[in-house]
């Protein structure tokens, strides 16, 4: 069992900077859906974004701005020739229609304002510090802004790492709360794949020699304030594809209107430009067309709010598609460190005996596995925590020639170490029993431990890779979902298996090397599956590379990072499924919005078309099953209710549809139910209730 060398870094620096942070927490991203600031800012950005060059990209809401133009032009040429009854309606019309395509645009800037929101936050991080850069003679001072990727600085305890790098020399605690919001510090050490950095964060113990590895204005911090501002640029396939499909619809009812003006002079009905334009805009799915934008941004804002920050918008939608995700054993599924859990004497020795001498081996070995071997000596046999004073021992460390350690004390030698070298160092073969406790350990996917003392063996720690709480609900849950998971590990095909089937994956890759990842995830996307991954150290890049949702971790190294197409803040690998599940919650929003936006159209079908008509062809009137007031209260609380609706459904835009894990069928069933038939009814709930409204006003304004 190796020792990790231990990091110079005081428990009391940890302790200290920790009681400093403590109560502060994670600092919380959410916006609130009432901040007046924000609701103030997007409010000027609204009126902004009611430029034409800015709804070109929107068809929908384009075609409703430009009926808005036509209705106010309309209005303005009753209002000069006198005709104020017709002034009135029309005008209405028209403001109803201007706040129809200003909600739209204002669920937008909402959207946008909460990621801008979360920039300024980051750039508030950005700071020009000093750097001590080495030259040939020592070092120089300069500053931040100078520095060039390639370049070496010493950043000491207290000072900020002034920009992107790799560590090639020391050990230290970094606080990364500007970065993360995680007030706890980690360690960041050179070599292995917790060797970046990142400018803004500051050095808390210790000292740092370090790389630089980006130049100005191309840090991970540049990056990340950059690609959230620029969230409400991209568009996913998914969703360009409904927005073409919106469109075709709204040219599809531009020519179905168009159609009816002739229709009405052929039935001497006079239908004015007004109730053809109401007439386009119920029929239009504004609301979906409204909320799309706002949709798509704030599910990468979601994302930012989980620590996550997203690449590319194609990969915040994968997400959503994704059916395997592959999972590595070692942090993500396991604890990442082996634990003892039991303890098997050798025939003719007592559990108490070998419960001594393991924990006795153990003192002076600070491993987890070493301290797990003293904690369970003595919880589960009442041994108190020994001192190596106690017994006047000397430690022996370990060594990758012995593969143990131990100790000697009062003349007795005591060892712990690999099954092959302990054997070998009480020179014979394991007994029959030994044998086999260690053959059944093995194939349960624990690792054995032999102790033995004065050339004898006493028995068999048995240390397990501990299963994280909760891991095996949540993959019976992707299960569910129609999501198979793999486990990626390094060990040998038998104790793979036992773990994979503790965990509850649906399959695993046992001696995984870089290319055997890279391979398996190439084959697997060839069979038509949509694979996401999650990887720190440069190994993982090449499979990380080919992944659909490839996540790297913060903490990685820089070939990991620039593999991925998400960074995960907190270097959590078990985020991905988090992930998956907000990807999902996007595709079920938008599937939600969109089923309700196309029902809720229906209603206003039965208030408008025969209001149109009905002069002509009093057989309409059957239609009027709401029992609309008239004809023009009729099609104004269709277009009052059309635009009401979109700021209503802001907050479930933005927020999302919430989202449990099931399969396509019982979500698309549900959804159906609930946004679809919702969406039937409580339009002609509504539309009732503002054509009351509409009539009472009507009346108090004609008796004045």
């Known amino acids: 069992m190796s020792t990790a060398p231990v990091p110079s870094i005081s428990e009391q620096e940890l302790a200290s900077h920790k009681s400093g942070s403590e109560g502060k927490g994670k600092r919380s991203r959410k916006g609130s859906f009432i901040d007046p600031e924000l609701i103030r800012r997007s409010l000027g950005q609204s009126v902004r974004k009611l430029s034409p060059a800015s709804l070109a ?21 009753y209002l000069f020739e006198g005709k104020m009854s017709s ?30 929101a979360h920039a300024d936050a980051l750039r508030k991080t950005r700071t020009d510090t000093e750097a001590r850069r080495e030259v040939a003679n020592g070092y120089e001072m300069v500053s931040a802004t100078q520095l060039v990727k390639g370049d070496i600085v010493v950043v000491e305890a207290g000072e900020l790492i002034p920009g992107d790098g790799e560590v090639i020399e020391g050990v230290a605690a970094v606080d990364e709360s500007a970065i993360t919001g995680e007030s706890a510090p980690v360690i960041r050490e050179s070599g292995g794949d917790r060797s970046a950095v990142t400018g803004g964060t500051k050095v808390i113990s210790d000292r740092l020699r370090i790389k630089i590895t980006a130049d100005r ?27 073409l499909l919106l469109a075709g619809l709204t040219l599809i009812f531009l020519v179905v209107v168009m159609t009816l003006a002739p229709f009405s002079s052929y039935s001497h009905t006079t239908v004015s430009i007004t109730v053809l334009i109401a007439l386009l805009v119920a029929l239009a799915p504004t609301t979906i067309g409204g909320l799309l934008s706002a949709i798509g941004i704030s599910g990468m804002n979601r994302l930012f709010e989980a620590n996550v920050l997203a690449l590319s918008g194609r990969a915040v939608e994968a997400a959503g598609d994704v059916n395997v995700i592959m999972l590595d054993k070692t942090g993500t599924l396991t604890l990442g460190n082996r634990y003892a859990t039991e303890f098997v004497p050798a025939k003719g020795v007592s559990e108490q005996k070998l419960a001594e001498a393991a924990q006795l081996s153990s003192l002076a070995d600070e491993t987890p596995e070493g301290r797990s071997i003293v904690v369970f000596a003595k919880e589960h046999y009442g041994l108190r925590e020994q001192t190596i004073a106690d017994r006047k021992a000397t430690f022996v460390p370990f060594s990758a020639q012995t593969r143990m350690s131990g100790v000697n004390y009062d003349g007795h030698e005591l060892r712990k170490g690999a099954v092959d070298a302990v054997t070998d160092w009480v020179g014979g073969e394991l007994p029959p029993d030994v044998s086999d406790t260690v053959a059944r350990i093995s194939n349960e996917g624990g690792t054995p431990l032999l102790v033995g003392e004065d050339r004898k063996l006493l028995g ?3 240390l397990k890779d501990v ?38 994956v649906d399959d695993f890759l046992a001696e995984a090397t870089p290319e055997k990842k890279m391979e398996f995830v190439k084959s697997t996307r060839a069979q038509g599956y949509m694979v996401g991954m999650v990887g720190d150290g440069t190994n993982d890049a090449p499979a990380l590379a080919n992944a659909d949702v490839a996540v790297a971790m913060n903490t990685g190294t820089m070939a990991a990072r620039e593999a991925g197409n998400m960074i995960d803040l907190d270097s959590n690998p078990t985020k991905l499924i988090e992930i998956v599940e907000v990807g999902k919650q996007i595709l079920i929003t938008r599937g939600a919005l969109t089923t309700f936006s196309v029902a809720n159209d229906v209603a206003k079908y039965f208030a408008i078309i025969p209001a149109m008509f009905m002069v002509a062809f009093p057989g309409l009137a059957a239609l009027n099953i709401m029992h609309l007031t008239s004809p023009r209260s009729a099609i104004l609380s269709a277009i009052i209710f059309n635009a009401l609706i979109i700021p209503a459904l802001i907050p479930l835009a933005l927020r999302g549809v919430k989202y449990k894990a099931a399969e396509a069928a019982v979500i698309l069933r549900k959804n159906l139910l609930v946004y679809g038939l919702g969406g039937l009814v409580l339009p002609f709930i509504g539309i009732k209730l503002i054509d009351m409204v509409v ?4 009346l108090v304004s004609v008796a004045h």
């Open 695 to 698: 009539t009472v006003l009507h």
């Open 467 to 504: 299963v994280k709480e909760g891991i095996k609900e949540r993959l019976a849950a992707l299960r569910r979902s129609g999501i198979k998971t793999v486990m990626i590990t390094g060990d040998n095909p038998v104790t793979a298996a036992a773990i994979a089937k503790e965990v509850g």
């Open 460 to 462: 068999v720690i048995y």
């Open 57 to 77: 990209h929107n068809p929908v809401m384009f075609a409703v701005e430009i009926g808005s133009v036509l209705t106010t032009i309309d209005a303005f040429r």
């Open 87 to 116: 002034f009135s309606f029309t005008g209405q019309i028209s403001l109803w229609l201007w706040l129809t395509v200003l909600f739209s645009t204002f669920a937008e800037a909402m959207a946008e304002g909460r990621g801008q």
């Open 217 to 243: 204005g191309e840090s991970f911090l540049d990056r990340m304030i950059s690609l959230i501002e620029a969230a409400k640029r991209q568009k996913t396939p998914n969703e360009i594809a409904l927005a």
